[in-house]
Structure formats: structure tokens, C-alpha cells
């Protein structure tokens, strides 16, 4: 339920970013790759019991920015 909230935030900062000319984010979702995403979203909660998920979310996303150069 978590990861599905988190590709919610993926395709409403995909909207922004189309909005203002930037390219969209895309992200191969093959099982491996989600596996990699709910592993990290879990290690972060976690590590951080006092954070909101979606400060886990923003982690995971700018992970995922940095990776693909965007």
C-alpha cells in the first residue's frame, strides 16, 4: 500500500515537471527494481521512526533523480 502511494508521488511530480517543460521521470518497474524501492523505503522508516513516510518517499525519489541524472 506504502509503494503505491509513493508511484502516486512519482506521477504527481511527473505532472509538475511536464507542466514546466521538463522531461518525466521513468523507471523500469520490473520486480527487481520495486524489491530495490521497498527494501529502501523500509531501512529508512526504520532509521528514522520519527519521520513521516513521506520523508522516505522524497529520499527514495532523489535516490532514484541522482541515479538517472535528472
Known sequence: MFYQWY????????AMR???GKSVMT??????FI?????????YCQ??????FHQ????LLQLRLARCGS
Request: hydrophobic share 45%; charged share 25%.
Open 56 to 59: 522516505a518517499a522524497l529520499a
Open 47 to 52: 532509521e528514522h521512526p520519527e519521520r513521516l
Open 18 to 20: 511536464y507542466e514546466d
Open 35 to 43: 524489491r530495490e524501492d521497498q527494501i529502501f523505503l523500509a531501512q
Open 7 to 14: 508511484l502516486g508521488l512519482i506521477t504527481a511530480v511527473n
Open 27 to 32: 523507471f523500469p518497474l520490473t520486480p527487481e
